[in-house]
């Protein structure tokens, strides 16, 4: 399911939830205009009453969800000891999460820190350092989950960048200024662009 709706809106209840860490308790779904009744039709169900509330950790400004029951037996309302129990539930299994993340991330560090200690352990790193960025880099595309890795080498002779390259005819590497606007290799800032890198201003960031 989509988080958000083309208008950009919160997609549903369960997204409402989600992106604004707010619980609902609802006695009729069809009365609120969150509700998309068109999944009952398609799997024959009457939605009545609604307790959704979100996956976030205690002290978190993010859920990483939302959880969701329909209808309380014996008809009627979620109580609200219901929705207290279900919000208990639903942040602990907000950490749950968080520590299978922070175990997830821990391994893809060990991974590429082995690999960097290697190489730089070796002679390749001592003698070919063009070789030693494009397989370290490859490394990290794939931890990251990106399509292109650069490493950005300071020539302080040339007062350039310079990122080696691979598969291209007729190119090994690409060099560019070393500060193209006078911040971005001396800063310390992380750069994370949007949708569209060639909108933004510090033209020839790749």
Not at 135 to 163: C, F, H, N, Q
């Amino acid at each position: 399911i989509p988080l958000y709706k083309e208008d950009k809106q919160p997609n549903g209840i369960s997204g409402s939830v989600t992106v604004n860490c707010e619980s609902v308790n609802i006695e009729d779904a069809y009365n609120d205009d969150r509700f998309d009744i068109r999944v009952d039709k398609k799997l024959g169900y009457r939605t009545k009453s609604v307790l959704c509330v979100p996956v976030v950790a205690p002290h978190a400004r993010e859920s990483k969800g939302a959880i969701m029951c329909l209808n309380k037996l014996g008809e009627g309302q979620f109580s609200i000891f219901d929705q207290e129990i279900l919000e208990a539930a639903a942040s602990l299994t907000a950490v749950a999460i968080e520590r299978a993340e922070m175990t997830k991330k821990a391994d893809q560090l060990y991974k590429l820190c082995k690999t960097i200690q290697d190489m730089t352990t070796g002679e390749t790193f001592q003698t070919n350092i063009r070789e030693a960025a494009l397989r370290t880099m490859s490394v990290v595309k794939e931890l990251i989950g990106a399509e292109r890795a650069s490493l950005y080498v300071v020539d302080p002779v040339r007062r350039e960048l310079w990122t080696p390259i691979a598969g291209v005819e007729g190119m090994t590497e690409i060099r560019l200024p070393l500060a193209i606007d006078g911040s971005w290799v001396t800063d310390d800032t992380p750069i994370i662009l949007g949708v569209d890198a060639n909108e933004h201003k510090r033209d020839g960031i790749a």
